[in-house]
């Protein structure tokens, strides 16, 4: 299962927002850990790229003026940034995560939160990424 790094912080947002109870909240909470490691990783690629791609100073440290990188060329960070947040995050679909991922999948299927532009269409891309799920569990 796949989506673009781009999509998994609305997801998780979303998910987050549902009000659960019982099996489905603890499997929401399964996965959106899994959510959390990716995000991690990607924070800090940003990073790395900020780091980057930022002026210097004497030291050769990144200059960081009101808590923010003082940036020498943004064009090349912006650049590297959009690259990265249209990577794929892929989830791989072992027998350990089968049932989070179903359950994660029923909780999109069966939300009763309605959707409305660029909204829509992040929860249709949600959506398509677990039609393709292989594993099918019981309930």
Known sequence: ????????KGLAEFLASEKLGGKAS????????ILNESASETEEFRKELL???SKKDDEGKALIEKNSYVLEDAEAFNKEYVELMN????????AS?????QHVKRILENTTTEFEGVKAFQYDQWCEAFENLKYEVKQ
């Open 87 to 94: 990577e794929d995050f892929i989830i791989d679909e072992t």
């Open 26 to 33: 603890r499997m929401r909470t399964k996965f959106l850990k």
């Open 97 to 101: 995560k089968r049932e989070v991922l």
């Open 1 to 8: 299962m796949k989506f673009k790094n781009v999509d998994v």
């Open 51 to 53: 780091e980057k791609y």
